[in-house]
């Protein structure tokens, strides 16, 4: 079992995020993602607000279960504002109007647009908790717990000097919000180039949802002459939403070897079927990816450039360059190039699968769970879940003493820390679970040796820092006359330095210290 429990009291979550003829979909689809981990795996409450701009997907979200809030739109034409005078105040107080009708105070807003930044986020502030955004510009600052960048470079350098010391930033493919069937776990790996049906290599040719720079119709009437070839089978998917659907329809049904399609219900499975795809550069490149499809791409937006040339330089997409400068026979080109060379193909699916593993929804789904955490001093009952907790391998393994501890040895030293005065011990608790401890152990100096110890079954998941924060908090308001922390970690185990590290320690030689 990997699920983190919460309360039986479900907490809240509220989206704020945006889709239109002109802003596409793909932010809507991402934020939807991470909507349902949080919905299934925690047992949250989710809301949207939206502005109902034309083209928007709010009824698409409403039909995925979660209540929708349609704000007011305050620009008719959403390609045509500049966002920097945006009216962020007016946004705002449509949002606080609804978070004040909202019941009980959200734990999270998330929030997923590129015109709003630190000053709406400081509006929204005394209403939530904690504030997620999710960007990929990083061309403003913000006022938040949590940034998430799931594209190419995993570097989070560019996001520091924009989001408070504290916040995490979460960079990389690792977090990408992808919908549930793309996870590795839920389908099994197959070589893409020894199809059961090898008559037809699959071609899929998709250039997002609403296609503003209507590239979909350039590229088709740019390919006609190839698409006369016996050889690869084509599929358009173009959704209505299209401004070329009609003109889009007519020409696939001239062509034997192109087949239109308006609307997929399964992405997963449909994407096992394709052995290439001609696409944009947003969101779908990274669900693409974990299938192991390789890409040709053009970006169809600026936000999309940088990192799609990122994949480009490290071999796991061929990338042609901004959807208005792509000529036709730079695409034939490519598609010549990796249909002759199954080698450079096999190459970029293993590097794609590599790279992105369908979990990162889930990831950062449990992370904003956690946050939920809280610590308690021990008592007699957590005995035996410690000694566990202790004598499993990974504990074993990460501990100095490396062998089993009896229960009587373990019995001994329990109930006598339990009386010490100069020792304490917090259990983390999530929910109903109790999910590892911190023990604090002081000397005369005004010093406390700490050590963490965590459940099997929660290792893994990023909690160690925050469970180590908590109780820090916790043995700072009991024991205000230590001044210094330390702690002594294996120079072999990398998780534990990484957790000491978030939590603010420094390093010095094999020991962590930290002073208040």
């Known amino acids: 079992m990997d699920q983190v429990a919460l309360r039986q009291e479900r907490k809240t979550v509220f989206f704020r995020v945006d889709s239109s003829r002109y802003i596409g979909t793909g932010h809507v689809y991402r934020c939807l993602a991470l909507a349902h981990q949080l919905r299934t795996r925690h047992g949250m409450n989710v809301e949207f607000m939206a502005m109902a701009w034309d083209g928007n997907i709010a009824s698409l979200i409403e039909k995925r ?35 004040r009708g909202a019941g009980s105070r959200p734990m999270w807003m998330v929030v997923d647009a590129y015109f709003l930044d630190h000053r709406w986020e400081e509006a929204m502030g005394p209403h939530v908790d904690e504030i997620l955004v999710i960007d990929d510009l990083a061309n403003r600052t913000h006022v938040c717990t949590c940034i998430l960048d799931q594209n190419y470079p995993e570097d989070p350098a560019p996001y520091r000097p924009l989001v408070p010391d504290e916040a995490l930033i979460l960079k990389g493919p690792k977090y990408a919000l992808l919908t549930s ?106 669900e693409r990816m974990a299938m192991g499809i390789p890409q040709i791409l053009l970006s169809v937006a600026e936000n999309q450039y940088t990192h799609t040339c990122a994949l480009a330089e490290n071999g796991f997409v061929v990338f042609l360059g901004a959807v208005d400068m792509v000529k036709p026979q730079s695409i034939k080109g490519a598609l010549d190039f990796l249909l002759s060379n199954p080698p450079l193909m096999g190459f970029m699916t293993k590097r794609s699968r590599a790279l992105v593993d369908g979990l990162g929804a889930r990831r950062v789904s449990d992370l904003m769970a956690a946050f939920g955490l809280e610590v308690r001093e021990a008592t007699l009952k957590d005995m035996w879940l410690i000694f566990e907790w202790r004598n499993s391998e990974p504990a074993r393994m990460a501990s100095f003493n490396t062998s089993c501890i009896s229960k ?12 010490a005065r100069d020792r304490k011990i917090y259990m983390g608790v999530l929910g109903e679970k109790s ?82």
């Open 181 to 286: 069937g793309f996870e590795h776990e839920s389908w099994e790996d197959r070589d893409l180039l020894e199809r059961k049906d090898s008559s037809h290599v699959h071609v899929l040719i998709f250039m997002g949802g609403t296609d503003p720079k209507r590239a979909t119709i350039k590229i088709l009437r740019g390919l006609k002459d190839y698409f006369r070839k016996t050889g690869p089978l084509f599929y358009v998917l173009a959704p209505r939403s299209n401004p070329d659907f009609d003109a889009i329809q007519r020409f696939c049904e001239d062509l034997d070897t192109v087949v239109h399609i308006d609307y997929v219900e399964d992405m997963p499975s449909f994407l096992k079927e394709m052995d290439l795809v001609i696409g944009a550069g947003g969101v779908s490149t990274y």
């Open 65 to 99: 279960g979660f209540r929708v809030h349609r704000l007011n739109p305050l620009t008719k034409d959403i390609s045509s504002f500049d966002p920097s005078l945006y009216n962020w105040r007016e946004d705002a107080l449509q949002c606080e109007r609804i978070l």
């Open 408 to 419: 009587s040895d373990h019995e001994r030293w329990f109930k006598r820390v339990l009386k």
């Open 435 to 516: 999910i590892g401890m911190v023990r604090f152990d002081i000397n005369s100096q005004g010093e406390a040796m700490v050590s963490i110890l965590l459940s099997p079954e929660f290792m893994g998941k990023g909690l160690g820092w925050m469970l180590l924060n908590r109780a820090i908090e916790a043995f700072k308001m009991e024991c205000p006359e230590v001044d210094t922390l330390k702690a002594l970690v294996k120079e072999e185990n990398i998780a534990s330095k990484r957790t000491f590290e978030k939590a603010g320690f420094s390093q010095a030689y094999t020991a962590f210290i930290k002073r208040f």
